[in-house]
């Protein structure tokens, strides 16, 4: 079954340090997406990094890196110095299989809470 | 440029009347996504559109839910005699429907069955 597991209900940073969100999924397709959204309170989804199951390189985008793990099954999500703003749920989502259309499963979410 | 929009914000309906919720995505993004969010289950995926049709239905709860997509734009969703489990943040996402593009989401439909 397909199937995206985050098993930190919560985590707490302080400022400006690193922190690591965990992600795994569970997937028999060879072709699969995996993305990493940001929620704050005010409800919006944000979206942040892409990682594509044939990338050879660990995604970036500014703060945030993917670290990608294949044989692992495992796409953790790796803010760098943390900010008082990055407090918010964070999903893991999977896009499986290259012909599903798309749509994405999600996990259950990592609640981040950043210490001044 | 405009993002997903989502009408309305909030809904408040009494048990058993119908609703309909609509989505209006990134102009020109083929691919329209369903999901709902609810405290007990997380993000679940409803339906999604490719264009007006609709491939994949599979995560419609029920046959009281029920989702059209008009001239490859706007979509609605309906909810028929609406139940309290329904109570949840309905939201939407649109992509250009390419694999791994990625969806953007409309700020959600918060309804509240009572």
């Known amino acids: 079954a397909q199937k995206i597991t985050q098993t930190q209900p919560g985590m707490f940073v302080q400022e400006k340090e690193a922190v690591t969100l965990d992600c795994t999924y569970d997937t028999s397709d060879p072709s699969y997406g995996l993305f990493w959204y940001k929620q704050p309170s005010s409800g919006e989804m944000i979206f942040l990094i892409y990682q594509g199951s044939y990338d050879q390189q660990n995604a970036t985008e500014g703060r945030y890196s993917l670290n990608f793990q294949k044989a692992r099954k495992s796409a953790n999500l790796v803010i760098s110095a943390s900010q008082l703003g990055d407090s918010a749920m964070y999903f893991c989502?999977?896009?499986?299989?290259?012909?599903?259309?798309?749509?994405?499963?999600f996990g259950q979410g990592t609640e981040l809470s950043v210490k001044p | 440029g405009a993002g997903v929009s989502q009408s309305p914000s909030n809904k408040v309906t009494e048990k058993g009347k119908d609703v309909e919720l609509r989505c209006d995505p990134i102009s020109g993004h083929t691919a329209l996504y369903w999901y709902r969010q609810s405290l007990g289950q997380g993000l679940e995926f409803l339906i999604y559109f490719q264009g007006n049709s609709a491939p994949d239905k599979s995560g419609l709860p029920s046959d009281r839910f029920s989702a059209e997509r008009t001239g490859g734009s706007v979509s609605t969703l309906t909810i028929q005699r609406t139940q309290q489990e329904d109570s949840a943040v309905y939201l939407c996402?649109?992509?250009?429907?390419?694999?791994?593009?990625?969806?953007?989401f409309g700020p959600g439909t918060r309804l509240l069955v009572l």
């Open positions: 989502a999977m896009s499986p299989g290259y012909n599903q259309g798309g749509k994405l499963i």
């Open positions: 996402a649109s992509s250009s429907g390419l694999f791994g593009e990625t969806q953007y």
